[in-house]
């Protein structure tokens, strides 16, 4: 798994909405990428910080 949240993270939901498969979980104040993903890449065009990276 090559994706990951990192400390810019405004915990805002939205990869969470937009992943398809789930893949994305509640942290503490942060949300993670879990096992299950893809990395089909969605969440990364919707974060509006830019806190999903490789």
């Known amino acids: 798994m090559a994706l990951k949240i990192n400390e810019d993270c405004i915990a805002c939901g939205?990869?969470?909405?937009?992943?398809p498969l789930g893949a994305?979980?509640?942290?503490?104040?942060i949300y993670?990428?879990?096992d299950?993903?893809?990395e089909?890449?969605?969440c990364v065009d919707s974060c509006p910080v830019d806190a999903i990276v490789d």
């Open 14 to 19: 939205t990869c969470v909405d937009t992943c």
């Open 24 to 29: 994305i979980v509640e942290s503490g104040e």
């Open 32 to 34: 993670t990428i879990t």
């Open 36 to 38: 299950e993903c893809t």
């Open 40 to 42: 089909c890449r969605a």
